[in-house]
């Protein structure tokens, strides 16, 4: 291990309970500088608890921390100086209009006056909300509201950055935006903490992917290591009865990675190539498993904690609420890929 | 968590020095979120009408509704010179009480956590509020003493008079604006903290502020002999019009000053508890 100051965001066994229950268990994160690592979890992980503690807003029982090379229980002003945070939900003064926010916390972060206005402009424009500069926030829909929080918390150009969950409830173009956003500012040399719930959002932009679970970090590595143990497609088979799922199951014989969903009636198992599939089928149907359906979807949340963990996850999170950008998710079957509009070797 | 992990090498790498919020700093921070809070009056229509149309309607209607009533009762020639103290304080009241709902607010949607995660002094956010409700009363209290005059308020104060009157306004309304802060840090919704511009709103009403406390039953006359509001209305009437102050101008100030000396502390201690967790 490299010294501390090489990273720019530092934590060795945070602890947390709240009123006596745990809720981070030994928590440990090593983000090096310019680089980014995507926190990912299903709810009540402790994704927003690990960003609370180490944006210096909630006091933290065991452990340390340290970002930008302040300590966060003894420096919380070196590390407020430092860092640009935008919360789970938006924070921001629902009375002033757009650009008053950011005039205010530009004026906070001391830019002084004239500077504050300056960036002030150039992120209204850049977040597409120059045409909303002049209306009351509470005004705002929920993507307006996100990407001036968003904004409000570059104001001052901070070196470190935390981003909770920042594309959950926004729509695929919205999600783009903000993921062109995200990938200019690591090219600007920022560091970022970003959280989400989504495997393909980590996949997308960070360098490093650290998997929590219940307050502990589960699997830590590139997001290639991480589809590695995944598989980077998934073809997920559905049967007409229990006894015929659990039949395949035998059948393909990768108790590793395969798994059975809830409904005890669908298979999902990582396929590398189109070839593969015509594997698995052709094993199915030389042992007479009769298959009803066939789509292939990106590795889910879920995918990856039946393979880190062998359960699975906790509490999926409801397809209403979330919009995952998987476009699929076993288990809710919103938008099945079918096989022949989306063959494997297309990706 | 050890000190010993707190090592040198980390602090000679920090790339950005420490900063320490200085003096300058506060004051200038300060001065941007008074200007947010003085927007947050301009933008809301409740602060608007309690500060503003709610104490000339009620300086019209004492005057015009029950003054023809009430000046039989009062050894004073004209009833307008004897309720204007009372319309004054009760302005203070209202307005000061709205900073209650205006803390809440910030306490609980997610803009507490913004300013939280700025390099600043927290409780000048809770400051930007009180001059904001300082401010605000002022204009309100000119306000209602312009139209006063308008309508034959005829005071025969002198200058220091007048000095001295706005400073136990002043005194009162930043009492009032810190106990609404309080009750703001109470508050768990932005409803409960209005219920307490409510509870003010009777407060004046069991004073000496519209009718002398002679004319009330005898309980009542007891509560509002001893209410905190009476010695001010009377040191402020005493002021402008010349009535005799006698022992209220120092009851007065106890009052406020002690209040003050109370509420402040508790406040910070709300403030802190509400914000660390
Ligand atoms: N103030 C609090 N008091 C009590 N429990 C809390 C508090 N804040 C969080 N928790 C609990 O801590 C656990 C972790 O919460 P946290 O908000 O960190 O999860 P998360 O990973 O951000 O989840 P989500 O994806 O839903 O945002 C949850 O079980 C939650 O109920
Ligand atoms: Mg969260």
Do not use: C
Request: no cysteine; net charge negative; hydrophobic share 45%.
């Amino acid at each position: 291990m490299t010294n501390s100051h090489d990273y720019a965001i530092r934590a060795s066994g945070l602890k947390k309970a709240f009123k006596g229950a745990t809720v981070l268990d030994g928590v440990d994160l090593a983000v090096p500088e310019g680089t980014m690592l995507a926190l990912l979890g299903p709810n009540g992980a402790g994704k927003t608890t690990t960003v609370r503690i180490l944006s210096t807003l909630l006091p933290f029982d065991g452990g340390e921390a340290t970002v930008g090379g302040y300590d966060v229980a003894r420096e919380p002003g070196g590390v407020r100086h430092v860092l640009g945070l935008t919360g789970q939900y938006a924070s921001v003064d629902e009375i002033l209009t757009g650009r008053e926010n950011l005039v205010m916390i530009g004026r906070l972060y001391h830019l002084g006056r004239a500077r504050a206005r300056d960036r002030a402009d150039q992120l209204l424009h850049q977040f597409n909300l120059a045409d909303a500069a002049d209306r009351a926030v509470k005004t705002y829909s929920g993507g307006m509201r996100r990407r001036l929080d968003l904004a409000a918390s570059l104001i001052a150009a901070p070196p470190i950055i935390f981003l909770d969950e920042p594309t959950t409830g926004l729509d695929p173009r919205s999600r783009q935006q903000m993921w062109d956003v995200i990938r200019d500012l690591l090219r600007g040399g920022t560091t970022i903490l970003l959280t989400t719930q989504y495997l393909e959002e980590a996949d997308q932009l960070a360098d490093r992917v650290a998997v929590i679970d219940d307050g502990r970090i589960i699997a830590d590595g590139t997001a290639a290591e991480l589809k590695e143990r995944v598989g980077t497609e998934r073809v997920e088979l559905t049967f007409a009865s229990a006894d015929d799922a659990r039949a395949a199951l035998h059948v393909v014989d990768r108790t590793d990675t395969a798994h059975l969903h809830d409904d005890a009636t669908r298979l999902s198992l990582p396929v590398d190539a189109p070839d593969d599939v015509r594997h698995v089928l052709n094993a199915l149907a030389a042992a007479s498993v009769p298959v009803n359906g066939i789509g292939l979807s990106k590795p889910s949340l879920d995918d990856v904690f039946f393979t880190l963990t062998g359960t699975h996850a906790p509490h999926p999170p409801t397809p209403a609420e979330d919009g995952t950008p998987t476009g699929a998710r076993p288990g809710t079957d919103t938008h099945p890929q079918t096989l022949s509009n989306s063959g494997a070797q297309a990706r | 968590m050890t000190t010993t992990t707190y090592a040198e090498p980390t602090r000679r790498h920090q790339r950005h020095p420490a900063p320490r919020p200085s003096l300058a700093w506060n004051i200038a921070d300060a001065w941007v979120l008074i200007g947010r809070s003085l927007r947050h009056t301009v933008r809301n229509g409740d602060a608007l009408f309690m500060g503003v149309f709610l104490p000339m309607m009620l300086l019209l209607l004492f005057v015009y509704v029950f003054g023809g009533a009430l000046e039989a009762g009062i050894a004073q020639s004209d009833y307008v010179d004897y309720v204007v103290p009372g319309v004054i304080l009760l302005t203070a009241g209202f307005s000061a009480a709205t900073t209650a709902v205006s803390v809440t607010t910030d306490m609980t949607t997610g803009v507490m956590d913004r300013f939280r995660s700025l390099p600043i002094t927290n409780w000048i956010v809770v400051l930007g509020h009180v001059v904001a409700s300082l401010a605000r009363n002022l204009f309100s209290t000119a306000l209602v003493v312009g139209v006063a005059l308008l309508i034959g308020f005829r005071p025969s104060a002198s200058f220091l008079d007048w000095v001295a009157a706005v400073g136990v306004i002043s005194l009162f309304i930043l009492m009032m604006t810190w106990v609404s802060v309080m009750f703001g840090l109470i508050a768990k919704s932005a409803d409960a903290a209005s219920g307490f511009t409510f509870f003010i709103l009777f407060l004046p009403y069991m004073s000496s502020a519209f009718v002398p406390v002679e004319t009330m039953p005898a309980a009542l006359r007891g509560f509002s002999e001893h209410q905190p509001i009476t010695p001010i209305i009377e040191t402020v009437r005493g002021l402008l019009m010349g009535t005799p102050i006698g022992d209220s101008a120092w009851q007065a100030v106890v009052w406020t000053v002690g209040i003050l000396v109370i509420v402040i502390p508790v406040s910070a201690r709300l403030f802190r508890r509400r914000t660390t967790s």
